[in-house]
């Protein structure tokens, strides 16, 4: 059984970078042919995917996101890791890390193991 937690600060200041960890148990983020991904949910709204970093290290971006997001890992503590840089309250929501097959065409959808999801607030 796969499990994936989130942490990290809940408050974040408007202009700071948000970061995040997703630390995955009962499997290993480089086997192939998974895919492991950021998706958020603000208030009100639906799920938005951010972000994925695949089983080989690959790297992809929402293009409405990019410029502000980067994703990495550390294989060595089985854990991948979001930072989202100048934030605004709009960057307010629920993150969730999830893990689905690298070849699926919608990174929400076709996610089968979900992290609980953190709430990230961003005020000052």
């Known amino acids: 059984q796969v499990q994936l937690q989130e942490s990290g600060p809940g408050l974040v200041k408007p202009s700071q970078t948000l970061s995040l960890t997703c630390t995955v148990s009962?499997?290993?983020?480089?086997?192939?042919?998974?895919?492991w991904s950021w998706i958020r949910q603000p208030p009100g709204k639906g799920l938005e995917w951010m972000g994925v970093?695949?089983?080989?290290?690959?790297?992809y971006y929402s293009p409405s996101l990019k410029s502000r997001t980067s994703i990495s890992r550390d294989t060595s503590k089985n854990q991948f890791s979001l930072q989202l840089s100048s934030v605004t309250p709009e960057d307010t929501a629920v993150y969730y890390c999830?893990?689905?097959?690298?070849?699926?065409?919608?990174?929400?959808?076709?996610?089968?193991?979900w992290g609980q999801g953190t709430q990230v607030t961003v005020s000052s």
């Open positions: 999830a893990r689905g097959p690298a070849s699926s065409g919608d990174y929400v959808a076709g996610a089968d193991y």
């Open positions: 009962g499997g290993s983020i480089t086997t192939s042919y998974y895919a």
């Open positions: 970093i695949v089983y080989d290290g690959s790297t």
